[in-house]
Every structure is written in C-alpha cells, then in structure tokens.
C-alpha cells in the first residue's frame, strides 16, 4: 500500500515545491488535461487530476477526486464508445477515443481521450493513466465536412437522377421520331408505287421509279443511321456496298457482276442523306446506262481513303459516255449540287472500256 | 414464277396496305383477306385458308402483331406468318411463334424477292432462291423446311 500512497507525496508537491517528482511537476503543470485512477479501489476513481483538467471540466479538485470518470458522461455521449473504454480498461490496453464529455455547467466538449495501463516491474497494472483533449473544434469542423458531404452527396444524387429522367425522355424521344420517320418514308414509297401503277406512259412510270429509288436509297440511310449505336458519324463505306447490292437486286439484272473493294468510312452524319442522294444517282446510272440494252458486264465498288480524304469510286465496263450528255438529267443536276452541299468533288474518267465515277469528300473528324 | 399464294394482310394504315395489295397481285398471287385489327382478323370468313400473312405489329383497335400471330396459329396452323414492321427490335428471339420479319421502310424489289422466296418454300421447299436480305427468318422455319 505504500506506493499506492505516493501519489499523496505528489499531491503535496503542489504546496511544497521542490519535493518529490520532477516528473510528477511535469504533470501537475502540463496544458493537457490528465488523470490518474486507481483499478485496486472500488469502481476505479480517479485519484489524481492536474489544473488542466480542472479547467477543461470546470469542476474542482475535491469534486473529481474519488469519482469514477463517467460522471463525464451524459445523455448525448455514444454508449459504444464508452463500452470501447471499459473493455480496454477490462482488457488491461490502451485506447484512443473522441468521447463526448459534459463540463459542471452541463456545456459539451468533445474529448480526445487516451487511456494506458500503468504497469509494475512485475507486468500488474497499478494505475490507469488517462490524458484528454478538447477536441471539440476538431470534430465539429470533421461533422461540418461530414453534413456538407452528405448534402452535396444527395445533391449530386438527384442532379444524377434527373439527368437520367431527361436522358430517357430523350430516347424515348428519339425513338418517336425515327418511328415516325420510318412510317412516313414507307408511306412516300407506298404513295410512288400506287401513282406509278396508274399511270400508262413508260416514260412518266421510268420518271417515278427514279424517285422512288432515291426514296428507296434516303430509307436505307436512315434504316443504317438508327442501327448504328453512333449518332454523330454515319459509315458511307457500308451504305455504298448495301446499296450496290440492292440496285442491282432490284433491277433483275443477274448478269450484272459485283466487284466490291469497301472497307468501313466514316462521315459526319449530316452528310449522310446527301451522299447517299450522290451515290443512289451515281450506281443506278451506272445500271441503265453502263449495262443498257441487256448487257452484261462488272460494276466495281471501291470505298476507302486516297491522299487523306475519303473515297469512293464506282467504275463500270460498258460503253462509256461523253460527260456532257449527263448534264441534262436531274440526275446530274442533283449530283452537282450535293456535292456541293457536302464539299465534296466527284469526277468522271474513262475506265477504257467503260466509265469511273470518283467521289472525294472530307473525312469525320472523329475517327 | 412459283405457284400463286393466298396471302392475308393485316394492316391498319390503309396507303400501305393498297400497296401490298398491289405489289402481292403484281407477283402472281392472291389477296384473300385483308384486315385493320385482330378484332377484324377473327371476323373473317370461315372458308378462308391463306397460306401467308403479312402482319404488321401496329394495329388498330389497340390490338396489336403478336395477338394476331396467336389466333392465326390457332387458326391456320399451317399458314406462314411475316412481321412488316419499322420496329424490328420489338420482336423477340423465337418471332412468338411468327416465321419472318420484313423491315419498314420496305422498297419494291426487297418485299418482291421475299414473295418469292417464301412461295417457293410453301409450295416446294426448301427455296431454290437465296434468302434477300430484305426478310429475316426464324429458326423454326429453316427447320421446318429442312424438315420437309
């Protein structure tokens, strides 16, 4: 029992300067607020506080002394907390905890608490030794941060979730529209077909399968357009090749030879119906004119990329034909024109035998 | 030319459905019903017995493709059933029992190869034509004509 009591030597340090523990003044005299309790008393009082603890709590020495540390405690401090603390203190560890502590005068502080076995050379722990810290700035600035994190967490949540609502809209939208589109290019076609059926002049009924074949050709660009999962873009070496195929499928004309040299090409997809316009124009004349009267012959497709710009050339191996006939068909017109639409140049060479068309355009700018 | 079908049509847009008309007549073969809605559909004569059906997924009365795609196998167990429709993505894996799909906007060649394609498959299968690419088929069709 003897060096339990030492501690009241230190006590008397305070009135007696110069006796005892140079250490123990260190205590007595630190801004950290310390206690020291004792496990071997009943419910383990605290047997020494120092000045700062004092202050920190607001309670005096005679308060504090023989009291277990809970009268800290209040209503609002985290039970789990404290339960941390009593089974370090059961387990004999130390324990590093933010409490929430009440002062005499009932005002909260949050409490840094750190609490270690004071061992004997024998490993018996004689005393607990506990410092505090008024951390109350620190953790309501970290619950500051915490609400406002939450705030802008939610915030963002809804933000997202709107977006969400409106991108849906969106392609719900999109989808609408291109419904409608489909619908009415199907009807425009329907409308050609049920004209041209009634109508007894051949060069009239020639006249409108035309626009029906351009009607036909801006139906498979937009088809490909709402297929593909790319909106902005619009792959032209594709278009060209299912177009090639489908006018000669739909001529009838069995001797007819596909030579088709196409890779992928991409276009920006305002471009797309325009192009489509030149190529339908290009290919069907290519049909009637390079393979009239039944002839039979190779229709070569080359889709790609000369000198960095895009490229299409449609060559056939018929008759050939002065550049200067073309000129009074609408056709040629509509070719003239888009092309300029789209800054693109076309060009007609001699394929000898035959004819080559050559498109030229600027890539998109996305690869 | 194949021998001639008997082809129903089931098509709630009139202008469309005159065009089908036409373009069917145009290939040799016969229209023999042609209806708006499944409510139309099941009041159609006893007698009839098409051997096609071209049907579209929107109908009117709010009746829709797939419910007439149920009452004609029912029905006409034997009768091939073809989706005409712009939502091509709408129809399941398995076409609910239905044998093909032509895509809207459709043009004139790609809905005439599809008409012979498909008579020459109901009359002497399976076609001695490639399938166009204007028309899709289900599996269970490639099946049944292997089958036969």
Redesign the interface.
């Known amino acids: 029992m003897k060096q339990r009591d030492d501690w009241h030597l230190t006590d008397a340090l305070d009135y007696e300067h110069g006796r005892g523990d140079p250490f123990a003044a260190a205590v007595r005299a630190t801004r950290m607020p310390m206690v020291i309790t004792d496990p071997h008393q009943d419910d383990n009082p605290i047997v020494f506080c120092n000045v700062a603890f004092q202050e920190l709590t607001g309670y005096d020495r005679e308060e504090i002394i023989g009291k277990n540390c809970r009268f800290l405690q209040g209503p609002e401090t985290d039970p789990a907390s404290v339960a941390l603390v009593r089974t370090a203190i059961e387990q004999g560890h130390d324990i590093d905890v933010d409490l929430l502590n009440y002062r005499k005068d009932g005002s909260i502080f949050w409490n840094a608490l750190y609490l270690s076995p004071v061992r004997d050379a024998a490993g018996a722990i004689r005393f607990f030794f506990a410092s505090q810290l008024n951390v109350t700035e620190r953790v309501e600035a970290q619950q500051i941060i915490n609400q406002q994190k939450a705030l802008v967490e939610r915030e963002v949540e809804r933000r997202t979730a709107d977006l969400r609502d409106a991108l849906e809209a969106k392609t719900i939208l999109l989808h609408e529209v291109?419904?409608r589109v489909?619908?009415n290019?199907?009807?425009i076609?329907?409308?050609l077909?049920?004209q041209a059926?009634s109508i007894d002049d051949p060069a009239i009924v020639a006249k409108l399968d035309n626009m029906?074949e351009r009607v036909?050709a801006l139906?498979v660009v937009?088809?490909q357009l709402y297929q593909s999962e790319d909106i902005a873009t619009f792959d032209i070496g594709l278009f060209a090749e299912?177009l090639a195929?489908?006018v000669i499928?739909?001529s009838?004309r069995v001797d007819i030879k596909l030579a088709l040299r196409t890779r992928s090409l991409m276009v920006d997809s305002a471009h797309a119906s325009a192009l489509g316009l030149i190529l339908n124009e290009i290919l069907t004349n290519a049909i009637k004119h390079g393979f009239a009267d039944g002839r039979s012959g190779t229709l070569a497709l080359f889709t790609g990329e000369e000198r960095g710009q895009g490229t299409i050339r449609i060559c056939d191996d018929g008759p050939g034909m002065p550049a200067t006939r073309r000129t009074k068909s609408i056709g040629a017109a509509l070719i003239t024109r888009l092309v300029r639409q789209v800054q693109a140049q076309v060009k007609w060479s001699d394929n000898a035998p035959g004819t080559c068309v050559t498109i030229t355009f600027p890539k998109s700018e996305t690869p | 030319m194949a021998a001639p079908m008997d082809v129903l049509i089931v098509e709630d847009e009139m202008i469309i459905a005159m065009d089908m008309e036409a373009l069917i007549v145009d290939c040799g073969h016969e229209v023999v019903g042609a209806a708006v809605s499944l409510q139309e559909v099941e009041a159609l004569p006893a007698d009839l017995n098409p051997q096609l059906a071209l049907v579209d997924l929107h109908l009117a009365q709010g009746s829709n493709g797939f419910e007439v795609c149920e009452h004609i196998k029912e029905r006409w167990p034997e009768a091939l059933i073809v989706f005409m429709t712009a939502n091509v993505s709408k129809i399941p894996k398995d076409y609910s029992g239905a044998h093909g799909v032509i895509a809207k906007p459709f043009s004139h060649a790609g809905v005439v190869s599809a008409l012979r394609y498909l008579s020459e498959g109901v009359f002497d299968p399976p076609p001695s034509v490639p399938r166009p690419s204007s028309l899709e088929t289900s599996e269970h069709l490639r099946q049944r004509w292997r089958k036969d």
């Open positions: 291109d419904h489909k619908n290019l199907t009807m076609g329907s409308l077909r049920l059926r029906l036909d139906a937009h088809r299912s195929r489908d499928g739909s009838g």
